[in-house]
Every structure is written in structure tokens, then in C-alpha cells.
């Protein structure tokens, strides 16, 4: 991977919108957990009750990740359930 290159190297970088779990690398990113909530959240306030969630598999992806955490906190937040297919 080269940004474990960079990384053990102390190469300065900064990533944006994607942090590295367990390593030590700036990042600058969007709170892609309270947006995901929120989002979800506005539509239970508008009455849907069945809101789809459709991403490609996160393989590693934090960003993606985060948005899945915020949709199932919305979802456990409002008693609603979460239907998988």
C-alpha cells in the first residue's frame, strides 16, 4: 500500500474525506455519521418509514462505513427496523 509507504517513511500528507484506521495520518473529513443521521432522520420526520440505503460494499471504505453507522443510529434512535436483502 503506498500510503503505509508514506506513512512509515514520515512523509507530510493529509487525507481528505478518508482516515486510515490505526494509523497515524492527518485527515480532514466530513462527519459522514451525524449526515447520514440527519438525512435519515428528516425523512422519519416527513413519514417514511421505508428508506433504502444503497452503497456499494464499503470494502475498507471509512467514509461509506460511517454512513452505515449513521443510518442504523437513525434507524435504533427511532425504533424503526432495518430490513437487509
Known amino acids: 500500500m ?5 506513512v512509515i517513511g514520515q512523509f507530510p500528507f ?17 462527519d459522514n455519521v451525524t449526515g447520514a443521521a440527519k438525512g435519515t432522520n428528516h425523512l422519519f420526520d416527513l413519514g417514511h418509514r421505508h428508506i433504502a440505503f444503497l452503497t456499494p460494499p464499503p470494502r475498507d471504505t471509512t467514509a461509506i462505513e460511517d454512513r452505515i453507522e449513521g443510518f442504523v ?3 435504533t ?9
Request: aromatic share 0%; charged share 25%; proline share 3%.
Open 14 to 30: 493529509v487525507l481528505v474525506d478518508h482516515h486510515l484506521k490505526g494509523l497515524p495520518a492527518g485527515s480532514i473529513c466530513t
Open 77 to 85: 434512535e427511532s425504533k424503526a427496523k432495518i430490513r437487509t436483502t
Open 2 to 6: 503506498r500510503i503505509l509507504k508514506l
Open 73 to 75: 443510529q437513525a434507524h
